[in-house]
């Protein structure tokens, strides 16, 4: 009877533990991914992003350079669309 109850229960309850197990495991990883620290990127119209100084994307006030330029996150390595906030 109790040998029964193992081998029916035993591989229930290791797939359930690797299925939250892969769950955890892939919601980790999108929060960790969603706010991060990049470098800003001056815009300059005609010219390619240049790299300045780190920012981060977590809310916040904007990043700007020592002149008061805001910053951007680099995007396909050619254009810098998306503003990014100061890395606090």
């Known amino acids: 009877m109790i ?5 029916v229960i035993m591989p229930m309850v290791v797939i359930t533990l690797g299925v939250f197990g892969a769950i955890s495991t892939s919601a980790m990883n999108q929060k960790t991914t969603a706010f991060a620290d990049r470098w800003g990127y001056s815009h300059i ?3 390619n992003c240049v790299q300045e100084i ?3 994307t977590i ?3 904007p990043c700007k350079t ?3 330029d805001q910053l951007f996150d680099l995007e396909d390595g050619v254009s810098c669309p998306n503003p990014l906030n100061k890395k606090q």
Request: with cysteine; aromatic share 6%.
């Open 3 to 7: 040998n029964s109850f193992k081998k």
């Open 45 to 47: 119209e005609g010219e």
């Open 54 to 56: 780190m920012c981060s």
């Open 59 to 61: 809310p916040g006030p």
């Open 66 to 68: 020592v002149a008061g």
